[in-house]
């Protein structure tokens, strides 16, 4: 077995990179194991891909941020002799939270993911692009994007990024045009948010739809049509908790494995942090899986 780490470097903050190479000598004493590093987008799949096309079994470790791990898994579904898992170094990290509240020092423990077991997840397919957490458009995806932007100016973290973001987006308009297809759910005209989940968290802690499972063939759906300010105060709260059913009003849920969205001007859809931009997508359950090791112990 050769286990290959994918280091992002950029969010190795406060020496992280350091104590990561430090647990990883010790959980490979003998030096077994490649370490690798990125230099700018799209590296991590192209590293992946690199160690994919040696033979032999091989673990990846995804070594950052969600975006870091959505590279390798792209680069690694549909090959039965690669698994991958994700070493939190990043800001989000969203997919792990779905293995409870101490995922983040679980994965941190290289010896343990070394020898821990791993389960085949379902993937959405975005346009082609794969994701293995949650998939959404509409505001959330706006706010998204202005974080990235926001958070590159002098003295602004990520809290303040999202303050500043959401301050813009509820400015310009909560709602957009789009049309959206989920099942029978046909839904044309104002539109505040769409998401497809296969894993459960997002945007550094929602979870709209808790009982979603990462491998039931399913993926679980929430749209939002046409929504005020007032009634944004009022339920985002239960839309980050997963409480979509005490409110069929507002929350339109369905469980399938295909959604269509449109809209008459170019859209951003965040697929677990990637942004795609466009005026169609289509969102469908996967064709192929990807193997995710983990901690022995721990389940989802």
């Known amino acids: 077995m050769r286990h290959v ?56 470790y995804a070594c950052g941020g969600d975006g870091t791990l959505n590279e390798v898994v792209n680069a690694a579904a549909g090959h039965d002799h690669a698994a991958v898992t994700n070493v939190p170094m990043g800001t989000g990290n969203d997919f792990l939270r779905i293995f409870g509240r101490e995922e983040r020092v679980r994965f941190l423990d290289i010896a343990a993911l070394r020898d821990g077991p791993q389960a085949a997840f379902d993937l959405i397919d975005c346009n082609g692009l794969l994701g293995l957490d949650v998939a959404c458009a509409g505001v959330d995806a706006r706010v998204a994007v202005g974080v990235h932007r926001f958070k590159n100016l002098p003295l602004v973290g990520k809290k303040l990024a999202y303050i500043l973001s959401l301050i813009v987006e509820v400015f310009r308009g909560i709602t957009k045009p789009m049309t959206v297809e989920m099942g029978p759910i046909r839904h044309s005209g104002p539109t505040a948010l769409c998401c497809v989940c296969n894993g459960r968290f997002y945007g550094g802690g929602f979870c709209p739809v808790p009982e979603a499972m990462p491998d039931d063939g399913v993926l679980d759906m929430i749209l939002v049509g046409d929504l005020s300010l007032l009634e944004l105060a009022r339920y985002v709260g239960k839309y980050a908790k997963g409480r979509y059913k005490e409110c069929p009003e507002v929350l339109r849920a369905w469980h399938g ?11 951003a859809l965040v697929v677990d942090g990637e942004v795609l931009w466009g005026k169609e997508f289509t969102l469908r359950l996967a ?14």
């Open 5 to 60: 780490f994918i280091i992002n470097p950029a969010a190795g903050r406060n020496g992280r990179v350091k104590k990561l190479r430090e647990r990883i000598k010790a959980a490979f004493p003998q030096g077994d194991s490649q370490v690798v590093y990125t230099a700018g987008a799209g590296d991590a799949r192209r590293l992946a891909e690199e160690a994919l096309a040696q033979e032999g079994p091989v673990r990846l």
């Open 257 to 267: 494995q295909e959604a269509r969205f449109s809209a008459p001007e170019e859209m």
């Open 287 to 300: 064709g192929r899986k990807v193997n995710f090791f983990y901690p022995a112990g721990l389940s989802w």
